[in-house]
């Protein structure tokens, strides 16, 4: 009787999809469309470990990196790593994704990518500061962006053994492991990642905040709120597309939401690639913790 009923009801969903041409079609597309983003996912998976390989080839856990440093104009590190990890990166998603735009801090922007619907979005080391001189919280980050929003995106930290992976759809893994954001119910006693500098801002609040330290890589600092390791994560204005794309999807995948001041997911592809302050959270957390970000910037402006 119930292999009888199984039959009827196969039966039914044929017919449904027969006289629906519409609705079969959905169906269809979408099933091949998770099929393509999980093949997608993998490739990037695969490229992210060998852009880490080539990273870890200059890197010593401990001690000064083997590469050479140089300085960027505003200041900042950029070592002989970041620049082989950026071409390695380049050619294998450009024959990944020919159609593709390109933007990344080690490459000199090209407007041109404006005109894409289609982007790749890296930071060959994030947090090369911490990598030249051996602290082992730096990351290779990779996202694919669609129509403004990642649709795919790798936060792999090799000295760390720890790859956050996520499909637009698929949900989040650490390690192949399915994550998600934390169960807290209210920011009473939360863990908090604040900004430099303005620990005591926070340390002041009615919250009871406990204030953690504060990971080199903007990326895995949003992908411990994606896990579930720190409730709250606030960021200081001038971080860069580069920095947030992956981990964005990572965490939005989790459970949770990154936004700047205004409270709305993120869109990409623009022409300023500069972020004002940021606030990362799971979503029961979130209007409270924009509301505290708001008053800390109307605190500092």
């Not at 890296?122 to 129509?147: C, F, H, K, Q």
């Not at 905040?209 to 204005?237: E, K, Q």
């Amino acid at each position: 009787m119930e292999t009888r009923s199984f039959k009827l009801r196969a039966i039914r969903s044929k017919r449904r999809l027969a006289a629906s041409p519409r609705l079969a079609y959905d169906l269809i597309a979408m099933h091949a469309s998770q099929t393509d983003l999980k093949t997608l996912l993998a490739r990037l998976d695969e490229i992210a470990r060998k852009a880490g390989d080539i990273a870890m080839g200059y890197f010593r856990s401990g001690e000064r990196t083997l590469a050479e440093v140089s300085y960027k104009g505003g200041g900042s590190p950029v070592t002989q790593a970041d620049l082989a990890v950026d071409r390695f990166l380049f050619e294998a998603m450009l024959a990944l994704r020919p159609d593709a735009g390109w933007v990344s801090e080690e490459t000199a922007d090209n407007t041109e990518r404006l005109s894409r619907s289609t982007i790749v979005v890296v930071d060959p080391i994030d947090g090369t500061l911490a990598y030249a001189r051996g602290d082992d919280r730096w990351a290779v980050s990779i996202a694919l962006v669609e129509n403004g929003r990642p649709i795919v995106g790798v936060v792999h930290a090799p000295a760390l053994g720890e790859t956050y992976l996520a499909g637009k759809g698929l949900g989040a893994t650490l390690n192949g492991q399915p994550i998600t954001v934390s169960t807290r119910e209210t920011l009473e006693g939360a863990q908090i990642v604040a900004p430099r500098g303005l620990g005591p801002l926070f340390e002041k609040s009615a919250y009871g905040f406990n204030i953690v330290p504060r990971t080199p890589s903007l990326a895995l600092r949003l992908a411990d709120i994606a896990s579930g390791r720190n409730d709250l994560a606030i960021a200081a204005p001038n971080s860069c597309d580069w920095d947030i794309a992956a981990a964005d999807l990572i965490l939005s995948e989790a459970g949770g939401l990154l936004s700047e001041l205004d409270g709305a997911p993120l869109t990409y592809n623009r022409p300023l690639l500069s972020r004002d302050m940021l606030v990362a959270a799971p979503l029961p957390l979130f209007p409270p913790s924009l509301a505290l970000a708001r008053s800390v910037a109307r605190g500092i402006a």
